[in-house]
Structures are given as C-alpha cells and as structure tokens.
C-alpha cells in the first residue's frame, strides 16, 4: 500500500521506515492514500473518510499502535472511526537473558518493532550478570553478557518508538552465576545471595548499577531482591549471630536505594520478600494476603521505592484484587507483572498464560494499576525459544487498549503487528504439553514434551506416568502434530519457518521416544528377545530411527539458536543431546549383552517403576512438571 503523511515529525517518519516491510507500505512523497497526522492530550483515534486518513496521538508510542489498526482496518473497509483509551500508563515485556539465552540485538530490534505496532511502551532485559561491568572482569565471563554500546543501540531503537528501556538486575538474590567466581568470596551470604551488611558488597552493587543504569536514557532501574529467602541464614547468621530477617532485609534495601538516590535513580524492587518475611503462616506460599502488613510493620519498611508485585499462577480475579490492595499499604500502586509461560519447558503453555493474565489484567484496570509488564522466563536452561511470547504479548497489548478480549481480535492484531497469520499457530504450541490426559489448560505446568525427551530410555523415571492409555495415544497424538508443524513451517517466513521446523522436528523424535522406555519394559518383562535383538542391532531399528531423528533435532535446534541468541549457553544443550544420543548407545549395548548372553539380566529394567511426583493428581498422572536435571538420573547429577 502506498501512504503518505501530512505533518508528520522526522523521527516517527523514521520509526515508521523501520516498519514498513512489517506493515507492507511504500511511504511516497504524495502518492497513496493520504494520512493526517495530528499529536494532541486525549484518546487514540484512527479514522478514514472519502479517502482521508486520520491519526490523533498523544504519546508517541500510541501513534504507532494507531498506524497499524488503521492500516489493518484500511485494507477491509473505505470509512471507519476508531477510538481507543489506553489504560496502562506503562505496558511491556521483561524478557530473560539471563538462562542461557541472551538475545541477540537484531532480535531485540525485531520485539521492539513488533512491540511498537502492539502499542507496548516498555522493556526490561532481564540481566543478572549478563552485562558489562568493567571493573570486575569475571562478572558475566563467558555467558554472552552485554556490552554498554550494544544496549545503548537497542535502547536508541526503542525510544524511536516511544518505548522505555528499563534496567533490571539483582542486588540481593538470583546471584549464582555471577557469585561463583573467587573475587566475590567475601560478598556471598548463600551461593546466590549477597552477604547484607558487608562493605564491599554495597561496593560491588554500585558498580553494577552504575553500569547497568549507564546503557539506558531512563532514570528507572529495576533493583530485583526476589526470592532471597535464606537471606540471613548463611554466612551472615555466622557473623551476626541470629538477627530479625525483616530488619536484615530493611537495611540492606536502605542502602540500596541510598546507592540509587545518589545516582539520581528512580528504582523498584519484585515485593515477594516482604510478604514472605511478614507472613506468619508461611507455608511455602509466595503470596500470603494474611502477611502482617500492620502499621508497625509498613513504617520500618524504607520510603522511595516501587513494588512490582509477580503472580504467575492465581485465576480468580478477586484473588489479585484482594493483592492489588494489600500492596497499596506498601506505600504506592504497585506494578504488575504477569507470566507468559516458557519457562522449565521445551514448548510454551499458552493455557496457563491465558489462566493468569486475563483475570490479571481485568482486575488491574478496576482497580486503578498503571503499569503492568508481561515477564519471559527462560528457566532451565531456555529450551523454549522467546518467538513463541509473540501471542502472549498481544494479549497484554489488547487488554492495554480494550476490555472485550477474544481470540477473534488477538489473531487480527498480532496479523497486524506481525505480517504474519502467527496466532493459531503458535497457540496451538501448547499441546505439545496439553496432550490427552492433562487438563485444559494445563495449570500444574505438565511438560511431557520435555520429560519425555530427556528421560533415560533404560532407567525410565517417568514411564509410570506413561503407562496405560497414554502409551497408546501419546505416538498418534505427536505424530499428527508433527504434521501440523510442518504445514505452519511451509507457510511462515523467518525466523518463524525455524521455529516450526524445530518442533516438527520435535514431535517427530517424541513419536518414538515418548513410549520407548515404556515399550522396552514390556519387552523385557515378557522375554522377547527377539525383538530385543532387533532393538540392539538391525539397522532400521526404533532406536537407530530415534538417534537418527535426535540428530536432526539437535541440527534444527542448533540453528534456531545461533539464529536468536549468543552461542554462549548452547553449550548446556549441546551437552543434554549428546548425552541422550549416548544413553541410547548404551541401552543399545546392554540390549545387545542380554541378548547376546554376555549378562543375565539389564538391572535397570528389572527395577520396579514407579511414580515420579504427583503433586497430589493421582488421576492425572501426565500432569507434572520436571525439571532436565531431575528427568535424567536419580543418581548424583554432579
């Protein structure tokens, strides 16, 4: 389509070149259908009458949002009038570079476009140790972290756009990586937690915030602090004896944020330990609304911080209400950050993100939360590449704009934002882990696709989930998504041919692998050796098939990475697919010693097998979540 625009600034005629291959236009100096563009206080309004086109805009990001409806709606209909009301005041996304994967920059460049026609305005990169800080050279060593003018390029793309790049690090926990080296021996409280108290460990917090607020325009860093619950209790119990871990946690903020007030820094912090630390009750809940939040409590709490309030798993609305109003005693309207779920999996689980996020998001606009970021997690080891978030950020971005969500309207407008019919597609991702027999929806976060690929063929840690109805269904039902995802492969461009490619490629290994230790027991319990025989040996055996096709996983896989992340962190899965195509040569060496006499018996499949973990779901016995280290051995992993 050929457009032209009527007072429109430079830098947003150069955010929209930038879009142009996505929005398929061709800006013309006259030529075209003809776009008013008008920045004034109010609403987002798109319209088109007797081939004139009109854009009202407040902000910058709202223009962008408003060039892609009006250019979707321009190609349906001749005259329309739109009107949006945003809602959020900051919408976006965090997305983790700290599990291994660490984003490429032209990926980075490929969100934010795609952010900009959603109407996102902010981005956190997720970066414990990910980022340069130049005074201590092991920090990040080797994981792909950040240099300064590398963030700096994507923060001046974002702000072309409007949207606001936000550090977010840590300065208490999630510390692990960037603590194992021996220049942080005399900071470290736990192994991922930093000694509170210490000098030198508010020396070291300095550095990196010094560094990480330095790659970005914005005043606002994210301080992180979650999930530290053994603060306290290691090294610093041994120096300080027993103290109150409240007070432990207060003092060790104070000085943060006395840091942060220096450097003219605006901060927030995640306020899970504040409700873990204050909740009487605790039984292991992140979130406990029965926390005592009394006024004693909330004064010794420091002053000048923001709350960012994560809740991954709740679905009733009223359940977040009710936490939107105990953080409001913390002092200020918290921000909210939501899961789109990738994490601990090989495949997302889109269920579960439209579980949360709706209930989330609807109960954050009725009462009153401005700021909401969408959070992508790449846990153990970030299997899951981050493409597949794209219908999940569409959803925080409708929400952002509108109240009456459907699949309807987010499959048109990630086509909008995207170019791409994406949403069927990569919805449809979730039953590699929503087979037959887990529930819809999938909220205990079953990962079969994972499991079922990693799971030692021999020792079969998870072959008493598989037994029963599952063993025959669970080959037809990845055969047949195998299928599916070659089809989405031959019908989406790059990088999104890669991804199907990849779970075609996954489907198919899990055709075999997913009942392999199941039948292998079967066959051995019943004394057919020949069929052993044949598993051992023969050339156009499963278990040739099966390396044959991990192979080609692994190759796939491969590519797909190198073409989204650093290459630091291939590594990990370089060394999980070798040692499954070695676990296969060694069930088909001590098949071949069974039946060949050279043994009695294969020790590992007389052992009785038995369940691995319920989480209470007898019924359900597909439905768990396993971790890779978990899924491999019951031996020591290290």
């Not at 981050?386 to 699949?407: K, P, R």
Request: aromatic share 10%; net charge negative; with cysteine.
């Amino acid at each position: 389509m050929k457009i032209y625009f009527d007072n429109l600034p430079e830098k947003l005629l150069e955010g929209v070149g930038e879009l142009s291959d996505i929005l398929d236009i061709r800006i013309t100096e006259g030529e075209g259908l003809k776009i008013m563009v008008i920045q004034a206080p109010g609403p987002i309004q798109a319209s088109l009458k007797d081939g004139q086109g009109t854009i009202r805009y407040q902000e910058k990001i709202h223009f962008f949002r408003a060039l892609g409806v009006f250019l979707e709606q321009a190609r349906e209909r001749d005259r329309f009038e739109l009107t949006e009301e945003p809602r959020f005041d900051f919408n976006g996304t965090m997305l983790d570079v700290s599990r291994n994967g660490v984003l490429k920059v032209p990926v980075i460049k490929l969100f934010i476009r795609y952010m900009a026609l959603m109407g996102l305005n902010g981005l956190m990169m997720y970066t414990e140790d990910t980022y340069e800080v130049k005074e201590q050279p092991y920090f990040g060593y080797m994981r792909g972290r950040y240099t300064a003018s590398e963030m700096k390029e994507c923060d001046d793309y974002a702000d072309l756009f409007g949207i606001e790049m936000i550090p977010c690090i840590q300065t208490l926990g999630h510390l692990q990586q960037a603590l194992k080296w021996g220049y942080a021996a005399d900071m470290k409280d736990h192994a991922d937690i930093l000694l509170a108290g210490e000098p030198k460990t508010y020396a070291f917090i300095e550095q990196m915030i010094t560094a990480a607020s330095g790659m970005f325009r914005s005043k606002r860093i994210h301080i992180g602090m979650d999930e530290a619950f053994q603060v306290g209790l290691g090294k610093y119990l041994k120096l300080n004896g027993v103290q109150d871990r409240f007070q432990i946690m207060n003092d060790h903020v104070s000085r943060v944020l006395a840091i942060t007030e220096r450097l003219g820094l605006r901060p927030m912090i995640w306020s899970d330990m504040y409700f873990n630390l204050l909740a009487n009750d605790y039984q292991g809940s992140l979130y406990n609304p029965d926390a005592d939040f009394s006024d004693d409590h909330m004064s010794r709490i420091p002053q000048g911080v923001q709350f960012v309030y994560w809740d991954y798993g709740r679905r009733d609305e009223q359940g977040y209400e009710r936490l939107y109003e105990k953080h409001m005693r913390l002092g200020s309207k918290p921000i909210f950050a939501g899961g789109i779920h990738m994490w601990n999996s090989i495949s997302p689980n889109n269920g579960k993100t439209w579980m949360t996020s709706d209930p989330a998001l609807r109960a954050a606009k009725s009462k009153g939360i401005r700021e909401v970021i969408a959070t992508a997690w790449g846990d153990n080891g970030n299997e899951t590449n981050h493409l597949v978030i794209l219908a999940g950020l569409q959803l925080f971005a409708e929400h952002g704009y509108g109240d009456d969500i459907s699949d309807e309207l987010l499959a048109r407008r990630l086509a909008a934002c995207t170019g791409i019919d994406l949403f069927g597609s990569l919805n449809a991702l979730k039953y590699m882990d929503e087979v037959p027999g887990v529930s819809e929806g999938n909220h205990w976060m079953a990962n079969p696709s994972k499991y079922l690929l990693w799971q030692d063929p021999l020792l079969g840690l998870l072959d008493k989930h598989v037994e029963g109805e599952a063993d025959s269904v669970l080959p037809g039902h990845y055969a047949g998504l195998e299928q599916r995802w070659r089809e989405c492969k031959e019908q989406h461009p790059a990088p999104f041919n890669r991804l199907f490619d990849f779970y075609e490629k996954l489907a198919s290994v899990l055709v075999i692998k997913s009942t392999l230790g199941v039948t292998l027991k079967r066959l051995y319990d019943t004394g057919n050796l020949e069929r052993l025989a044949e598993l051992a040996s023969a050339a156009d055996s499963p278990l040739n098939d099966l390396k044959r096709r991990i192979e080609a996983l692994r190759l796939s896989h491969r590519g797909l990475w190198m073409s989204t992340y650093k290459p630091f962190g291939w590594e990990v899965l370089d060394l999980r697919y070798g040692g499954l195509l070695a676990r296969i040569s060694s069930t088909q060496d001590r098949l071949a010693d069974y039946v060949g006499g050279a043994v009695d018996e294969i020790e590992e499949l007389e052992a009785d097998r038995m369940l691995f973990d319920q989480n209470g779901l007898t019924d359900r016995p597909l439905e768990v979540n396993v971790t890779y280290q978990a899924t491999v051995t019951a031996s020591c992993f290290i």
